[in-house]
């Protein structure tokens, strides 16, 4: 029985959510299930594997997000990863860039659902843990409405675990990727019809969220909610998640106890030789809207960049943060 709650997760968005930004995420939330960026299963096979795979154990639940459209590599990826410890596979088959396109997977594969249904298979042959899956509602010019039906219908009957939606097209020719994540518009609607219709299956939302309070009225009409670019720019928004989606109730949140936590992560991080800014670029807009908040951002953009930097400056940039004002600086 897949017992992974997914009613709050925090989308998988490359070359951002890897394993110090997990980390600070869950620091503010014990629950919100998290995934890394996406991996090419090639490279999880051919490459420097606890480079890209290693993650901390404090990060569970966590799921890996797999690149591919080869049956056979991804379920050799999906078993070394499951042997890593994560607690969910997932397929891309909505990323719009270019360097995917070349390997025909991500969005691109929304055009062949039989084969998005055969790598599932595939990988629920070849590990006990979940698979789901993350689409769009389509690419380019299809129709959404057959197009995600025959996308969902291929990958449940193939045994997914879960199907998360970005409601919107993806458009391969004409935009960038960036453009992919604003310009095609939302469609909220095309996925709460698809939750209607697939009422015995795990659907959950993507696209365009903006708060806690915004992805908790999905859950009228969806099975789960997933925060990509407003939990990583403001991620201190987090720290409402337990309470609002999982009904854990706490005191205000110790963002103190937070920064030593991050301060300790780093300090083992520049042991292991990284550097400090591994760590901080992550954490910019922590404190988004607080007094103090932009002298923290600008000890972090300069000084926890510069060679030789410990753990020190992300207490002095704590320090600058004032909690108990009223009046909250601009951002």
Request: charged share 25%; aromatic share 6%.
């Amino acid at each position: 029985m897949n017992k992974i709650e997914r009613r709050l997760a925090l989308a998988p968005m490359m070359d951002w959510t890897d394993r110090h930004c997990r980390f600070l995420h869950r620091q503010l939330t014990s629950r919100a299930l998290l995934y890394t960026e996406m991996v090419v299963a090639d490279a999880v096979i051919q490459g420097a594997r606890e480079r890209l795979l290693g993650f901390d154990a404090g990060e569970h639940p966590v799921a890996l997000q797999l690149g591919g459209s080869d049956p056979r590599k991804l379920a050799e990826a999906a078993r070394i990863g499951e042997a890593f410890g994560y607690d969910e596979i997932n397929l891309n088959v909505g990323c719009p860039s270019d360097r995917v396109q070349s390997g025909t997977f991500g969005a691109c594969l929304m055009k062949v659902p039989d084969l998005v249904a055969d790598c599932v298979a595939a990988m629920k042959a070849a590990v006990a843990i979940p698979v789901t899956v993350k689409c769009r509602i389509g690419v380019d010019e299809q129709d959404p409405e057959p197009a995600l039906d025959a996308l969902a219908d291929g990958v449940f009957e193939a045994g997914a675990d879960a199907l998360w939606v970005h409601a919107r097209k993806a458009w391969l020719e004409g935009l960038s990727p960036k453009e992919n994540r604003d310009i095609p518009p939302l469609d909220y609607g095309r996925v709460y019809r698809l939750k209607a219709r697939k009422q015995n299956e795990f659907i959950g939302i993507n696209g365009g969220i903006q708060s806690i309070e915004e992805a908790r009225t999905h859950l009228d009409h969806v099975d789960g909610a997933m925060l990509g670019r407003a939990a990583y720019h403001t991620p201190g928004i987090l720290a409402g998640v337990d309470a609002a989606f999982y009904g854990v109730k706490s005191d205000a949140f110790d963002f103190g106890a937070l920064i030593d936590a991050m301060a300790d992560y780093a300090a083992h991080h520049i042991e292991q030789g990284g550097r400090l800014g591994h760590v901080t670029r992550h954490m910019v807009g922590l404190f988004h809207g607080l007094p103090g908040a932009r002298r923290y951002r600008q000890i972090l953009s300069t000084d926890a960049t510069r060679p030789g930097a410990g753990p020190d400056v992300l207490k002095t940039a704590f320090a600058a943060v004032e909690f108990g004002g009223a009046a909250a600086e601009a951002a």
